[in-house]
T-cell receptor, first 112, second 117 residues
Framework: AQSVTQLDSQVPVFEEAPVELRCNYSSSVSVYLFWYVQYPNQGLQLLLKYLSGSTLVKGINGFEAEFNKSQTSFHLRKPSVHISDTAEYFCAVSGSARQLTFGSGTQLTVLP | DAGVIQSPRHEVTEMGQEVTLRCKPISGHNSLFWYRQTMMRGLELLIYFNNNVPIDDSGMPEDRFSAKMPNASFSTLKIQPSEPRDSAVYFC???????????????FGPGTRLTVL
């Protein structure tokens, strides 16, 4: 079985400031990790994914995430956020069953 | 590519009525997933299909829910009879299976917002 914990339900941050959204997972098998973004009244859009290889993964819209196996984490970062980054962000894990298990989500609000 | 298409986008119905949600996956994708999103429970996987065959329906809440995939380009999720607690946003997602067996990216539709009065 696998699970995902997103430690912060809400993260307010000022425009142009850096942000980190935290994600920890647990799994008994090798995992694949994903971050999705959901804008209001829309479906989920893939930001980035880790399948194998380099532990630093770059995604769309300037986001990146680092896979840390020893800490079972996959935190999402952006060095400078924009108002348009305001959305809900979901971390997800998939193991051998190829099904996604989602975290509870983090609402990122970028303030002017 | 048109992406995953879901219809209707919004559905308001009365308790006891039958509700049918529809999904058209991305052409060429052979896995299809139905999710439900609520404030209380977040995103839950209800059922997924591979090559039109249901693989895991353990997330289907009860017998009132059923899903079908008669062909590679169409799937339905039916609730009969509907209840107020079924009110949620229902998402469909599809993915393409790779020969290496690695986990494939799921592409989500815009969702159907269901309200049962």
């Amino acid at each position: 079985a696998q699970s995902v914990t997103q430690l912060d339900s809400q993260v307010p941050v000022f425009e142009e400031a850096p942000v980190e959204l935290r994600c920890n997972y647990s799994s008994s098998v090798s995992v694949y990790l994903f971050w999705y973004v959901q804008y209001p009244n829309q479906g989920l859009q893939l930001l980035l994914k880790y399948l194998s290889g380099s532990t630093l993964v770059k995604g769309i819209n300037g986001f990146e995430a680092e896979f840390n196996k020893s800490q079972t984490s996959f935190h999402l970062r952006k060095p400078s956020v924009h108002i348009s980054d305001t959305a809900e962000y979901f971390c997800a894990v998939s193991g051998s069953a190829r099904q996604l298990t989602f975290g509870s989500g983090t609402q990122l609000t970028v303030l002017p | 590519d048109a992406g995953v298409i879901q219809s209707p986008r919004h559905e308001v119905t009365e308790m006891g009525q039958e509700v049918t949600l529809r999904c058209k996956p991305i052409s060429g994708h052979n896995s299809l997933f139905w999710y439900r999103q609520t404030m209380m429970r977040g995103l839950e996987l209800l059922i997924y299909f591979n090559n039109n065959v249901p693989i895991d329906d353990s997330g289907m809440p009860e017998d009132r829910f059923s899903a079908k995939m008669p062909n590679a380009s169409f799937s339905t999720l039916k609730i009969q009879p509907s209840e107020p607690r079924d009110s949620a946003v229902y998402f469909c997602a599809s993915s393409a299976r790779t020969s290496g067996g690695t986990t494939d990216t799921q592409y989500f539709g815009p969702g159907t917002r269901l309200t049962v009065l």
